[in-house]
């Protein structure tokens, strides 16, 4: 046996290297371990700064003395390979080692062993740790907001029928696939609107807006039965007479009332809040901005100079300013440009901010689709004698909306995120009511519990809703 | 030319339609504000404003008029993004290149950071920092100076103030540093295009960097002291600092959470950017005998700086637009001060509202025409 360079591992003496490097990491490990976990300190007796230091400089030693290339033992390789490549990475992966070791107990204690699950008061929140407690007694108030206790089932309801008729695609046979585009980008978000204002709001709904979604939606559905030539000046005309007739000729009062649901209270959208109200608004900001979006993205590649400059306004100006201004303005502003007698609602007039707000982003990622089109795709579709809507219907909207699948999750992604600034017009959503909770003189000092309760509830959402967007970008990776 | 009325009637109905929306609603806005008795002016601005902000980085008081108020609400805004934009980019790039790492702790670390940060609403992160961590901050008396002369407590953060004698000596100093490091590149690359010798231009520039400002202080006469805060007692239960420079917890909590949600999106940026150079271009940068510094610094760097600089620009954009979120913890920012209190006391909202979303728009369009400008700059000459 040779005699043993201590300064440099070899495979000549591999299993004495590996014995004792084994050997003063684990040592640094348990160190750490022993004293994060049962306050033991094993290195008391050296001075301050030593003791504290020791476990780094008999790790950083250990991992030296294992680093050797090509042992043969396969899980050492693994392990230099992949966290002691050199002496820089070996120090980073024993921090950050420690840390973990270190902030395990607190946050474990906080979390669940000092906490306390049981009672309604705040009396039993004595321990160091959490107290969800008080996020199980307000529990309702942060999913449901102010909505009354006893007609919490309608917006149960209207979510679980909304979720199952969402999942309908999912099953769908290959002989009704085709008409799934129809069902979700028109009979879905109608089917939705009208669950969500005649069962949760549950009373007068048929404010000028719905006239006015009515009339779109119906012309577009009977917009597929009119002949090319004449659709352009179809668009001009029919909505807006349609939008006409409903409001001044078929709709009275009498058949509002008649649209009412019997035994159901109206509760005011001012009511609404917590959890639902963060769906309900991103639900529908998702279904607005989307088209809009896609209408100033292709306004902004337009061939026709006026349309494309008021577009490039349009995008340019919501993507300049805040959210927070463009609430604002809905909420102090927007009242001075209507006539006296005409109210919005203010829930309404937050989706219309938010929805205008996103698509100028919509409109951005969707263009950036458009763009990377090759010129050949416009060519060739034009060559089979397709005009403008049919070529961008059935060739270039289906190619550019698949490429930017990851941009625009990434934008309803943000738009989620963004919902908590209602608060500015008054609407409370889940992190509104925990600000409103946190202030209770009963309930003082849990701001803590509530803000990690809502961020856990929007990371699951969030992170959900990335990785779908990441599967749904796998699934229609198409080779070019 | 030929005009077609295929060509024209849709141009013609758009521009109608926008302007048919606009002029209703400057219609309703004026019989409004003639029902209320409001009138359209800008006028206000001169007026007194007599209401106080806590944090201001000019001379200000009520006594002042509505357009200083504005002034500090903007410098208030500026200020945390600046200070943001530096924090998040150093942690960005910081995450970004430990995203690439081989080892996988660090690489999972970086990971989780990323995902953790980027999946939580930034009102909420603002929230989190202002209510709930900061305020288990000490009392002030009860607080333990870091590194002797910083305190950290709930009233705020509080620093040793610099005080210069000559500062204007130093600051030319520093200058003169700088025109001379300019200087002395511009040589090198000249001497390197002509003789294919190599300057250490980074070595010298740290050197005059550094020994300049020395200088002015053996030779100038420049002294820098420090004045350490002082704890000082109120009342019996009252204490605050004296001295030093304060940064008020809403500072602090803005400017965090702003910079680790920023982070994440800029650390995105970089790691896309690294990835996106091709690896062939590393290794090709190798077999022509350059050291790993210099195929960092000449090869990988300026291709992956094309990639990163456009999405971090929009990063930036956004940190500015997202500052914004400080009206929810009564920082004093723009969007507080400007379009919470003066409205309030004014109630010019059609005048405030559009001079807040005005100045927003100078500042986003500002950065985009500066990083648009460095972005030509570094991009591609296709000859």
């Known amino acids: 046996m040779s005699s043993i360079n201590f300064l440099k591992p070899d495979r000549t003496n591999l299993n004495t290297f590996l014995y004792l490097g084994s050997f003063l990491f684990f040592i640094s490990i348990l160190d750490v371990f022993l004293n994060s976990f049962f306050r033991l300190n094993l290195t008391g007796f050296l001075p301050n700064f030593l003791s504290f230091l020791l476990p780094l400089i008999l790790g950083f030693v250990g991992l030296y003395f294992i680093r050797i290339e090509y042992s043969g033992i396969k899980n050492l390789d693994l392990l230099n390979k992949h966290i002691n490549t050199n002496n820089f990475n070996a120090v980073l992966s024993l921090l950050i080692i420690f840390i973990i070791i270190k902030s395990l107990p607190p946050i474990l204690s906080w979390f669940v062993i000092d906490a306390s699950f049981a009672g309604d008061t705040k009396d039993v929140c004595t321990g160091s740790g959490a107290c969800w407690t008080y996020i199980k007694v307000w529990m309702r108030r942060f999913m449901y907001g102010m909505y009354p206790n006893a007609e919490q089932w309608r917006i149960n309801l209207s979510f679980v029928a909304l979720v199952l008729l969402g999942s309908v695609g999912y099953f769908a046979t290959d002989k009704f696939k085709k008409y799934l585009t129809l069902y979700y980008v028109v009979i879905y978000p109608l089917i939705a609107f009208l669950f969500i204002f005649f069962f949760i709001s549950g009373g007068p709904v048929f404010f000028d807006f719905s006239y006015g979604i009515i009339a779109a939606i119906l012309s577009i559905i009977i917009g597929f039965f009119i002949p090319s030539k004449f659709k352009f000046y179809y668009f001009l005309i029919v909505p807006l007479a349609l939008y006409v007739i409903l409001k001044y000729f078929l709709f009275f009062e009498e058949y509002i009332e008649l649209g009412k649901l019997d035994g159901l209270n109206w509760v005011e959208t001012g009511a609404w809040g917590g959890l639902s109200l963060t769906f309900i608004i991103s639900f529908f900001c998702l279904i607005f901005c989307f088209p809009i979006g896609m209408a100033f993205a292709l306004g902004r590649r337009s061939e026709f100079p006026l349309i494309r400059y008021i577009s490039v306004g349009f995008i340019e100006f919501w993507r300049g300013v805040p959210l927070i201004t463009v609430l604002f303005m809905s909420a102090v502003m927007f009242p001075m440009f209507l006539p006296e007698d005409f109210f919005i609602d203010k829930l309404v007039r937050a989706i219309i901010a938010i929805s205008l707000f996103e698509a100028a982003y919509v409109a951005e990622v969707i263009r950036g689709g458009l763009q990377a089109l090759p010129r050949g795709q416009y060519e060739a579709a034009k060559s089979l004698g397709m005009g403008y809507w049919k070529m961008h219907i059935f060739v270039i909207l289906p190619q550019a909306l698949k490429l930017v699948i990851p941009g625009i999750a990434n934008t309803f992604l943000a738009l989620v995120k963004d919902t908590p600034l209602i608060f500015v017009v008054g609407l409370l959503e889940i992190v509104g009511m925990l600000n409103l909770a946190k202030t209770n003189p009963k309930w003082l000092g849990f701001a803590m519990e509530g803000y990690v309760f809502a961020a856990i509830i929007f990371w699951i959402i969030c992170y959900a809703m990335s990785k779908y967007s990441y599967n749904l970008e796998q699934k229609y990776k198409t080779d070019r | ?383």
């Open chain 2, 1 to 383: 030319m030929n005009f077609k009325l295929k060509d024209i009637v849709p141009q013609l109905i758009t521009v109608l339609a926008v302007v048919l929306v606009f002029g209703f609603f400057t219609y309703n806005a004026q019989i409004n504000m003639e029902n209320r008795g409001i009138d359209f002016g800008y006028g206000f601005l001169t007026q007194e404003s007599s209401f106080d902000v806590q944090f201001s980085l000019i001379e200000y008081d009520g006594s002042h008029s509505y357009f200083r108020a504005y002034l500090v609400g903007l410098l208030n805004t500026i200020l945390v993004s600046v200070i943001g934009i530096i924090i998040a980019t150093i942690l960005g790039v910081i995450v970004g290149i430990a995203r690439l790492s081989p080892n996988y702790l660090i690489n999972k670390f970086a990971a989780f950071y990323v995902e953790f940060f980027r999946n939580i609403p930034l009102l909420l992160q603002i929230f989190f920092w202002y209510f709930a961590a900061l305020r288990a901050l000490p009392l002030p008396q009860d607080a333990e100076a870091m590194f002797g002369v910083f305190f950290l407590t709930i009233k705020g953060l509080y620093v040793p103030a610099f005080i210069w004698q000559n500062f204007n000596i130093f600051f030319y100093s520093i200058i003169a540093a700088i025109i001379a490091i300019i200087v002395i590149r511009a040589h090198a690359k000249k001497v390197q295009e002509n003789q294919g010798k190599q300057i250490p231009v980074f070595l010298i520039s740290i050197g005059l960097i550094f020994i300049l400002p020395l200088l002015s202080f053996l030779i100038g006469g420049v002294r820098l002291s420090f004045e350490v805060p002082v704890l000082k007692q109120l009342a019996t239960t009252s204490f605050i600092y004296e001295g030093g420079v304060s940064l008020p917890p809403e500072l602090i909590a803005l400017t965090l959470s702003l910079s680790l949600y920023t982070a994440t999106f800029i650390a995105e940026c970089v790691r896309a950017g690294i990835q996106g150079v091709g690896k062939g271009q590393k290794e090709a940068a190798a077999s022509i005998g350059l050291t790993p510094n210099q195929v960092l610094k000449l090869v990988i760097m300026p291709q992956a700086l094309r990639i990163i600089i456009p999405p971090t620009t929009n990063q930036y954009l956004n940190l500015t637009k997202n500052s914004s979120l400080a009206a929810a913890i009564a920082y004093p920012d723009l969007v507080l001060v400007f379009a919470g209190t003066a409205l309030m006391q004014t109630g010019k909202a059609i005048e405030i509202v559009s001079i807040t979303m005005f100045t927003y728009l100078t500042l986003s369009i500002s950065i985009s025409i500066l990083m648009n400008w460095y972005n030509k700059k570094i991009a591609i000459q296709e000859k």
